[in-house]
């Protein structure tokens, strides 16, 4: 079975600087995306960004971008000049036949 | 676009009595899928439907819970009894794409918070 783990429980950045979240996960497919969702006090679940395994290219989306290293398993989300509307729960998900997600990291980012 | 909907926002209700959760998925998308929350087992998938058939429902815990499609803009997840343990944040979350798989991406609804006392 496919699990994926975040072994940051919480994190903490300054305004304005980089933080970078860890995710590792654990699969014997080929074929998959992973995902990073950030879920904000709403409780509202929000895509950050997706990375197809098949692409070498590490997906970036604004501020946001992720290291992808297929080899090690390890798809780690670096958020870039942090603020404070960053600040929430950040989820790591591996989807192959299902979606399978980490137990989250609390961001909090200081003023 | 509106979203995926879900109803209600929060639930209270007492054990033993039927709950039922209600989405609205979003127009065009072919998948569904609900989802529980809870601090001790994070995120879970409980059941996805892809163009209303049920697909996978490994993930419901026991009889009690059932969830159905009767047509591509709704859905429905019951609890029935209720118990206290069900209390929980319940998700549901829609997808588009040819192969209708969990590989596309998912946009999810504000969630039910469920108190089962």
């Known amino acids: 079975a496919q699990t994926v783990t975040q072994s940051q429980p919480e994190m903490s950045v300054q305004e304005a600087e980089t933080v970078t979240l860890s995710c590792t996960y654990d699969?014997?497919?080929?074929?998959?995306?992973l995902f990073w969702y950030k879920q904000p006090p709403s409780r509202q679940m929000i895509l950050v960004i997706r990375?197809?395994?098949?692409?070498?290219q590490n997906a970036t989306e604004n501020r946001f971008s992720v290291n992808f290293q297929k080899a090690a398993k390890s798809f780690s989300l670096k958020i870039s000049d942090s603020q404070l509307g960053d600040a929430a729960m950040y989820f790591c998900?591996?989807?192959?036949?299902?979606?399978?997600f980490g137990a989250g990291t609390i961001l909090r980012v200081k003023s | 676009d509106a979203g995926v909907i879900q109803s209600p926002r929060h639930e209270v209700t007492e054990m033993g009595q039927e709950v039922t959760l209600r989405c609205k998925p979003i127009?065009?998308?072919?998948?569904l899928f609900w989802y529980r929350q809870t601090m001790m087992r994070g995120l879970e998938l409980l059941i996805y439907?892809?163009?209303?058939?049920?697909?996978?429902d490994s993930g419901m815990p026991e009889d009690r819970f059932s969830a159905k499609m009767p047509n591509a803009s709704f859905s429905t997840l019951k609890i029935q009894p209720s118990e206290p343990r069900d209390s929980a944040v319940y998700f549901c979350?829609?997808?588009?794409?040819?192969?209708?798989?969990?590989?596309?991406?998912?946009?999810f609804g504000a969630g039910t918070r469920l108190s089962v006392l």
């Open positions: 699969t014997s497919e080929s074929d998959y995306y």
């Open positions: 439907f892809n163009n209303n058939v049920p697909i996978d």
């Open positions: 998900a591996y989807s192959g036949n299902k979606l399978v």
């Open positions: 127009s065009g998308h072919n998948s």
């Open positions: 979350a829609s997808s588009s794409g040819t192969s209708g798989s969990v590989k596309n991406i998912q946009y």
């Open positions: 990375q197809e395994a098949y692409k070498q």
